[in-house]
């Protein structure tokens, strides 16, 4: 019996060592090929980020890179490719920036180049009249110049300004800024009205107030249609929304992000016709901003639009 059990014994090594010397290889080499072949696929998109990568390092926008994973890697493959169209959007904006900023320093420029260089051909001659256009062009320019003035020492001094706010009467203030608009608005013959919910709020007064006059001006200056404008204050949550709306021409939905960007215009030739620098709502942006967490927007059903911002609301200590 010894010898049986011995000779199973054998015959079971035997067979067992046969199996590990054809199986264990045949295994390592399936799972070797499995491992790669998905290791492989799961590095694609990895290579793409880094071929994109190496196209945008150049200036140049790389295609979309593709995947179907909903893991990390598919989440970083989607960032990139809204990074991709962020980046196109932001740079069409800037071109479009660029064009209305040159256009709107050459009309003024062009003008007073045009008839000094008439005057000094005996063309024409110098008259009160004349001199009165050419003085007011060169207004023009440099107000554009110091609006863009403003907005830089803005930024430098957004820490500095923090200490200067103060408690103020939100209702108080808009009333205020309202009463300076109303002598033009009779003249256009536009109605206005106020309706602001008391509430105090620590605010840089001065910038708040210029923020409003800007969104007021606005309001005026592309009034087209019928209907009053509304300055409007009213306590949202945590937050004291100020708004100012009016009616006025369609804004297209594509622009609407960009109508707080400096020079950025909707329509270059309407709004130098009515004489805007696009430089009114990008400083509202800034004024706003100097107020950590404060939001600003525009709602707009296609005919009205209220332009408006909000600053968080703060206790008294």
């Known amino acids: ?14 067979d067992l060592y046969t199996y590990l010397v054809w199986i264990s290889p045949a295994i390592i080499i399936i799972g070797t090929g499995v491992h790669f072949y998905l290791t492989k696929k799961m590095l694609k998109p990895v290579r793409e980020l880094v071929s994109s990568t190496k196209v945008l390092r150049y200036g140049q926008y790389p295609e979309h890179v593709e995947t179907n994973s909903s893991d990390e890697i598919g989440e970083l493959a989607e960032n990139f490719n809204q990074l991709i169209d962020q980046l196109k959007r932001n740079e069409a904006a800037r071109d479009k920036m660029l064009k209305d900023m040159a256009h709107e320093l050459r009309t003024p420029l062009s003008n007073i180049n045009g008839y000094l260089e008439a005057m000094k051909n005996g063309v024409i001659e110098g008259s009160p009249k004349l001199y009165g256009a050419l003085h007011k062009e060169s207004e023009r320019l440099i107000g554009m110049i110091n609006q863009l003035d403003d907005l830089n020492e803005r930024s430098l001094q957004e820490q500095s300004l923090s200490r200067k706010k103060e408690w103020t009467r939100a209702d108080e203030l808009l009333a205020e800024t309202l009463h300076l608009f109303r002598w033009e608005m009779k003249k256009r013959g536009i109605a206005c009205r106020i309706e602001a919910e008391e509430a105090e709020v620590y605010i840089h007064q001065k910038l708040i107030s210029q923020a409003v006059m800007n969104l007021l001006q606005n309001a005026v200056q592309y009034y087209s249609g019928e209907g009053e404008i509304l300055l409007e204050g009213k306590i949202q949550k945590e937050t004291y929304k100020f708004s100012v709306t009016g009616p006025g021409e369609p804004i297209p939905a594509e622009n609407r992000e960009w109508l707080f960007e400096r020079f950025y215009k909707v329509d270059g030739s309407r709004n130098t016709r009515k004489g805007g620098s696009g430089l009114g709502l ?27 911002f909000a600053i968080p609301l703060e206790k008294h200590s």
């Open 282 to 308: 990008a400083i509202v942006k800034e004024l706003v901003t100097v107020h950590h967490s404060g939001e600003i927007g525009l709602d707009t059903d296609g005919k009205t639009h209220s332009f408006w």
């Open 1 to 14: 019996m010894p010898d049986v059990n011995e000779q199973r014994q054998t015959t079971f090594n035997e």
